[in-house]
T-cell receptor, first 112, second 112 residues
Framework: DAKTTQPNSMESNEEEPVHLPCNHSTISGTDYIHWYRQLPSQGPEYVIHGLTSNVNNRMASLAIAEDRKSSTLILHRATLRDAAVYYCILRDVGDTGNQFYFGTGTSLTVIP | NAGVTQTPKFRILKIGQSMTLQCTQDMNHNYMYWYRQDPGMGLKLIYYSVGAGITDKGEVPNGYNVSRSTTEDFPLRLELAAPSQTSVYFC???????????FGSGTRLTVV
């Protein structure tokens, strides 16, 4: 299974942009890159996903490197509500179906 | 639209007891999943289902069983509870293979 590597923790000041990196050097050509976040005491929440092109939605932007070996989740203006654990996940179809494998993610602290 | 509903929210079990964690979704999703999350860790896949009548094992299936008799429901059964099964359990669903997941709010289980 293709794996991802993320920093354990990051800090950001409120109302500043945040760039959360993810390395996935063994990504396959058909792997999508998904991002989820988990607020304290809640279930994970879908943020964004993409394949090759950069993606934008109301929550965030996803920048994917040209060789697809890394990606960056961009929160344009961090708020206190964005303090969460962010997971970068590759979709693994393999022979056993469609399921996500979560790592330990990046814990984002937003400083007022 | 309720999304993914899990019951109960909290439960304390004694060693050797059995219980069923309930998960139901009202989005007509084919794909459903059970994850567990130990303190400070990422999520680990227990079982998943790609449709009614079809289930398969994930990373950590030992000690658990599932069934999928309807599209809406995907219960997780613990037959002989052990302290190692103390965890937070999340159910998730998705409608298409590469779409984002919708997670439930979790069941916090303690085995004593």
């Amino acid at each position: 299974d293709a794996k991802t590597t993320q920093p354990n923790s990051m800090e950001s000041n409120e109302e500043e942009p945040v760039h959360l990196p993810c390395n996935h050097s063994t990504i396959s050509g058909t792997d999508y890159i998904h991002w989820y976040r988990q607020l304290p005491s809640q279930g994970p929440e879908y943020v964004i996903h993409g394949l090759t092109s950069n993606v934008n939605n109301r929550m965030a932007s996803l920048a994917i490197a040209e060789d697809r070996k890394s990606s960056t989740l961009i929160l344009h203006r961090a708020t206190l509500r964005d303090a969460a654990v962010y997971y970068c996940i590759l979709r693994d179809v393999g022979d056993t179906g469609n399921q996500f494998y979560f790592g330990t993610g990046t814990s984002l602290t937003v400083i007022p | 639209n309720a999304g993914v509903t899990q019951t109960p929210k909290f439960r304390i079990l004694k060693i050797g007891q059995s219980m069923t964690l309930q998960c139901t979704q009202d989005m007509n999703h084919n794909y459903m999943y059970w994850y567990r999350q130990d303190p400070g860790m990422g999520l680990k896949l227990i079982y998943y289902s790609v449709g009614a009548g079809i289930t398969d094992k994930g990373e950590v299936p030992n000690g658990y069983n599932v069934s999928r008799s309807t599209t809406e429901d995907f219960p997780l059964r613990l037959e002989l509870a052990a302290p190692s099964q103390t965890s937070v359990y999340f159910c998730a669903s998705t409608g298409r293979a590469n779409y984002g997941y919708t997670f439930g709010s979790g069941t916090r289980l303690t085995v004593v």
